[in-house]
Structure formats: C-alpha cells, structure tokens
C-alpha cells in the first residue's frame, strides 16, 4: 500500500500545474457564494416577523405560527453559518495542499509520513486497486 500512495503523490506532484489552477478554478466557484448575503437576508426576516409577533400579540394563532417560523429561520441561519465554517476548513486544507505542493521539489521516491499525512485524507482498498483521497478532495485511482 505504501508504494500506492507514493504513486498517487508522484501523480499529483507531476500533475500540479495542471490540476492547480483547475483545483483554485472548481474551489473558487464553488465557495463564492456569499453567506453573509444570505445570513443578512434571514436576519432581515426574523426581524421583520417579529415585528409581526409583536403586533399580533393578542392574536394566539398567528403568534404560534410566527414563532414557529421564525424558529425555522433562526435554524437556517445556523445551517448557514454551518456551511460557511465547512467552506472555510475547505479553503485552509486546500491552501495548505497547494503550498505544499508548490514546497516539492522533487518527486518521492520512497514514502514519507509527512507527506503523507500533509496530503492524503483518506486511502480505500480494493482487491485489485486503491482510491487515494487527498485533503483537498482530488482522488486518484491506483492499480495493483
């Protein structure tokens, strides 16, 4: 397995000026969406509904279900800001996989447990292959 993983560095070491600017292309792309817009977006509502909630405190109904969403709001603002820390631990291992890509200076030649653990995220074995997974979510498929 150790000579598996060395290959699938060796690949990505020999593939990084191709898979460097279509890794920061795909990663850019996909983290540009803008939470805060939407975080504001929400918060504008919860505000608004309770207004409402105030205005219709003497109505039991309609306060029940503004209550309940504005409970629905405040929870998609934490999912929000869920999926904002979750872009953020993406956007710092990946930095961290390019910058030490960009450190190598010469392809492995045996294996190493720094590099190892700096890259590869995760290894799956097959009976006749590996999946090798790096931390900045790139796989390469490795036949035995």
């Known amino acids: 397995m150790q000579s598996a993983v ?6 990505a070491f020999c593939e990084k000026e191709k898979i460097l600017p279509l ?4 990663i850019e792309s ?3 969406e803008n939470t805060s817009d939407r975080i504001a977006s929400v918060d504008e509502q919860i505000k608004i509904l309770q207004h409402e909630l105030l205005a219709t405190a003497s109505i039991k109904n309609s ?19 869920a999926e904002e820390a979750s872009h953020q631990d993406l956007r710092t291992r990946i930095d961290e996989m390019m910058t030490f890509l960009d450190s190598l200076s010469r392809e492995l030649t045996e294996y190493e447990e ?12 097959y009976d006749d292959h590996f999946i090798v997974e790096f931390k900045s979510g790139i796989e390469t498929q490795i036949e035995e």
């Open 6 to 11: 060395v290959r699938a560095i060796n690949e």
């Open 23 to 26: 890794l920061i292309e795909n």
């Open 30 to 32: 996909s983290l540009e």
């Open 63 to 81: 306060g029940d279900e503004l209550g309940m969403e504005i409970r629905r709001l405040r929870n998609e603002k934490q999912t929000i800001q």
């Open 114 to 125: 720094v590099y190892v653990r700096t890259l590869i995220d995760k290894i799956t074995v």
